[in-house]
Structure formats: C-alpha cells, structure tokens
C-alpha cells in the first residue's frame, strides 16, 4: 500500500477492555483521538468468541493493552484466536510504565509498542508488513 492510501484509510480496530483498573483502554483511546490526522473507529462485540466471520472480515488490527490481560483472559484468548483465524495483525500494547508482557502475547503480535501516540499510530499503520 501506498503511503498516500495509509493516511486516507479508515483503520477499523478491535481494543481490547473489558476490566481496566488503571483506565489504560481511556488513556489509549484518547491518543488515538489526540491525532486527528488518523482516521479509525471501533467495531464492538458483545462476545469476540463468538462473533461472526462476517464481524472479524472488516476489522484491519486487533489491539491488545497487554495491561488488561490478567482480568480479562477470555478476551485476549478469543482475540487472539481470531487474529490467527482471520489473519488479523495484533498490535500489542506494553502496560503502562512497564517493559515486559505476557510471553504468550508477545508470540502473537506483529507489534509491540510504548504509549507513545506517534509510535502506536504508525505501529497500527505497519502492523500488515511486520507478520
């Protein structure tokens, strides 16, 4: 893809939340809300396990804020599994504050990135050339 197409495009995501103790799924969405050059919006299910093919087939990358994984287990694994189903690039989001994540998500992610918006855009940018 060109690099004129990534900054028209409209990136459909999967953020992962669920039970968020430190409001890490508010803080990220507000980056992505603070760069208006970016164009996104969320698609929302009420059980990624089982939504639909037709549900996961317009989603362009799954985002994992690898701080909500000890609450939310269910989510992240039904997440992953349908990032290896319906090929979907994982952007892996690191905790806030902290280096290292969950081994197990850090084997599926094409990407693993700080809080830095500028890194998370372009990281959700690149994600399809980096698998």
């Known amino acids: 893809m060109f690099e004129d197409e990534k900054e028209d495009k409209i990136y459909n995501l999967v953020i992962s939340n669920g039970i968020d103790k430190q409001n890490e799924y508010g803080q990220f969405t507000q980056k992505l809300f603070e760069k208006v050059d970016f164009l996104w919006k969320e698609s929302i299910s009420g059980s990624y396990e089982h939504a639909s093919e037709s549900f996961y087939s317009k989603i362009d990358r799954i985002i994992l804020l690898a701080g ?64």
């Open 68 to 131: 909500l994984y000890n609450d939310n287990k269910d989510t992240f694994e039904a997440l992953l599994n349908a990032s290896e189903k319906y090929d979907i690039p994982i952007v892996l989001v690191r905790p806030l504050g902290l280096e290292e994540v969950p081994e197990i998500l850090e084997e599926k992610a094409a990407t693993i990135v700080g809080w830095n918006k500028n890194c998370i855009i372009d990281s959700i940018k690149n994600a399809d050339e980096l698998i």
